[in-house]
């Protein structure tokens, strides 16, 4: 286990892992900036540059720089092309390379945690709450009320959960 990895695994004293306690940061701060917040707050992140696409992008300045530098200047140039293919290739084998894993450390964010942090706000926006579903437990109670006493078995009151207990559980599903 890398020292990154190991790093991200520590708990804090609530239980939650880093990412997790950051993602539980980021999620309260936008509740309390009120609903307009999500709206900008995913502006924000789909703008956001990844540890791995800062990564590709350095790869390929690399290999497009090296080329003019060698054709302009110097044929020792081309080792700038060569690292740069060096660092893409790594993506063949493995889903980040060492050029990305230095990239995080200096502090950007995995595209994984980004996506995490998306789906989040969606959900607290409400995105989610029309889609379909399979039946739980409580819909099949529900259907056999509906059956027994003859008429439709629809609870039209949705409880509503305060932000503190919201960013919780949305913090919970992230886990698995």
Not at 61 to 85: A, D, K
Not at 87 to 108: K, M
């Amino acid at each position: 286990m890398t020292m990154q990895l190991a790093a991200q695994q520590t708990h804090t004293p609530h239980g939650l892992t880093k990412s997790e306690a950051v993602l539980e940061f980021r999620l309260r701060k936008v509740i309390d900036a009120g609903p307009a917040a999500i709206d900008e707050r995913l502006e924000e992140l789909d703008s956001e540059w990844t540890a791995g696409r800062i990564s590709k992008a350095t790869a390929g300045v690399m290999v497009v720089g090296g080329l003019v530098l060698s054709l302009t200047i110097s044929l020792w140039w081309l080792v700038l092309p060569i690292v740069g293919g060096a660092i893409l290739l790594q993506y063949l084998f493995g889903r980040t390379s060492l050029v990305g894993e230095l990239f995080h450390a200096i502090g950007f964010r995995r595209g994984a945690d980004i996506e995490q942090e998306k789906f989040a706000l969606r959900a607290l926006r409400g995105d989610f709450t029309h889609l379909p579903t399979m039946q739980t437990i409580e819909d099949r109670d529900a259907l056999s009320r509906m059956e027994g006493e003859g008429g439709p078995a629809i609870e039209d009151a949705h409880e509503k959960h305060d932000a503190d207990k919201a960013v919780k559980v949305l913090v919970e599903v992230a886990r698995h």
